[in-house]
Nanobody, 126 residues
Framework: QVQLVESGGGLVQAGGSLRLSCAAS????????VGWFRQAPGKEREFVSA????????YYADSVKGRFTISRDNAKNTVYLQMNSLKPEDTAVYYCAADTRYSNAYYYRIDKYNCWGQGTQVTVSS
């Protein structure tokens, strides 16, 4: 079983930056894909970004493309989400998730991922 813990959220002004971390513990392995999702109040959870196990391929939602960067350090069992040029509409709880079953589902699908962290709040003020 893999446990995921997100950190790095907080309050930032529009235009600012934050870096989220997703640390894995337990039966850790670097050979699984990881995704970031977010959920704003009253809205459904949505895909933000994902990275393959090797880090060679990354995926982004159109709304964050060019502003967010996902990366991973497999030696530290940690995946990062660098968020720049933040906007008020980026305000949400951000979750990381791991696909330890090696699902064939698309990377943007919630059901691809079977392990989820507890989330970290990101608030962007205007």
């Amino acid at each position: 079983q893999v446990q995921l813990v997100e950190s790095g959220g907080g309050l930032v002004q529009a235009g600012g930056s934050l870096r989220l971390s997703c640390a894995a513990s337990g039966r850790t392995s670097s050979s699984y894909a990881v995704g970031w999702f977010r959920q704003a109040p009253g809205k459904e959870r949505e895909f933000v970004s994902a990275i393959t196990w090797s880090g060679a391929i990354t995926y982004y939602a159109d709304s964050v493309k060019g502003r967010f960067t996902i990366s991973r350090d497999n030696a530290k069992n940690t995946v990062y989400l660098q968020m720049n040029s933040l906007k008020p509409e980026d305000t949400a709880v951000y979750y990381c998730a791991a696909d330890t079953r090696y699902s064939n589902a698309y990377y943007y699908r919630i059901d691809k991922y079977n392990c989820w962290g507890q989330g970290t709040q990101v608030t962007v003020s205007s």
